[in-house]
């Protein structure tokens, strides 16, 4: 049980931390700052 729970937090943390995910919502949040700016 351990074990599985361990893989599903990995999982988790690789598809919300991969590199493409990350500069997505930092573009995201820059492009929308700008837009408040606007």
Request: glycine fraction near 2%; proline fraction near 3%; aromatic fraction near 26%.
């Amino acid at each position: 049980m351990d074990d599985f729970s361990g893989q599903i937090i990995y999982q988790w943390k690789y598809e919300h931390f991969n590199p493409f995910l990350v500069s997505f919502s930092i573009y995201y949040t820059l492009f929308s700052e700008k837009v408040e700016k606007v």
